[in-house]
Each structure stands twice: as structure tokens, then as C-alpha cells.
């Protein structure tokens, strides 16, 4: 029988105690600032804000279906990155930051059905081929527009 919160359960804590990440040696900071930022709960416990402006997003290269991204921030000073996988999930302030839109927007496609998204741990979380669907939908098309005054 496993343990409560042994690594075999998959179950993990999330909620760092204030200036607990100070008093860990610099590499082992940024292990658990790059784990935190995964999950999406660095961004609630030191910014205090949703803010998608603080992120920024590169896609990787070729473009393709299985085309994954990568997540910049800085955080005070520091620059840290993510890769997230063609098939991995973004949170909706990472789905804003990408999407180039607010993070109300996001949460607003997500309630109208526009976005859809799944639970983890009881966050919302959109899939990255969501994403790029959305963005196709809304990349403007090549040419000109033609108009017939009628």
C-alpha cells in the first residue's frame, strides 16, 4: 500500500509556504519555480494577478499539427521557460498570453462553449490543439476582400 502524498500516488502538494523558495539553493529554486509555473500555480502565488501580459509565447519550428510552444517569464528579474508538448494542456492565463486576448475572454469562450476544456485538480485547463484551432479560426485570410454594393 503507498503512502498519502508518496510520489507513487501521483499526488502532489501545490501550495508553497511564503519564502520557503529563498531558502532553497538557487538551482533547486528554479526546479521548483519551472514546476510550479507548469502547473499553473506560480502565477496565483507571487504575482497575484492574472496577467497575460507577462507571458510571452514562441511556437516551435517546423509548424505542423504536433507543433509544440514555448512560455517566457519574468519574474522578478529572472527570466524562466517552458516547453509545453503538442498534446499538453495551458492554463486559461496561459491560453490568454497565446491567444493575445484577456484573460476574461478566455474564461468567456470557455462558459460559451466556444473553448473547450477539462478539469485538473479542479483548474480549467485548454488543450493546445484548441488553441491552434482558435487561431485558425481567427487568423485573417490571404487577399483582397471584395465587396458587391447591392
Known amino acids: 500500500m503507498a503512502k498519502r502524498g508518496h510520489a507513487s500516488t501521483g499526488t502532489r502538494s501545490h501550495r508553497p509556504v ?3 523558495l529563498t531558502q532553497l539553493p538557487r538551482d533547486h529554486q528554479l ?3 519551472v514546476a510550479l509555473m507548469r502547473t499553473g500555480c506560480y502565477d496565483s502565488y507571487i ?10 509565447s514562441y511556437w516551435e519550428n517546423p ?23 503538442w498534446n499538453e494542456s495551458l492554463t486559461q492565463i496561459e491560453t490568454a498570453a497565446v491567444l493575445g486576448t484577456t484573460l476574461m475572454t478566455v ?4 462558459r460559451s462553449g ?5 478539469r485538473v485538480r479542479g483548474k480549467s485547463m485548454i488543450r493546445l490543439p484548441e488553441i491552434k484551432r482558435i ?4 487568423r485573417p ?7 458587391l454594393a447591392g
Open 63 to 85: 509548424p505542423g499539427p504536433r507543433t509544440g510552444l514555448y512560455l517566457h517569464r519574468t519574474i522578478n528579474g529572472r527570466e524562466y521557460q517552458a516547453r509545453v508538448p
Open 47 to 56: 504575482m497575484g494577478q492574472a496577467r497575460p501580459d507577462l507571458i510571452k
Open 107 to 110: 474564461n468567456r469562450w470557455v
Open 31 to 33: 526546479e521548483v519555480v
Open 18 to 20: 511564503a519564502g520557503s
Open 135 to 138: 487561431l485558425a479560426e481567427r
Open 114 to 118: 466556444k473553448l473547450r476544456d477539462h
Open 141 to 147: 485570410t490571404r487577399g483582397r476582400r471584395i465587396f
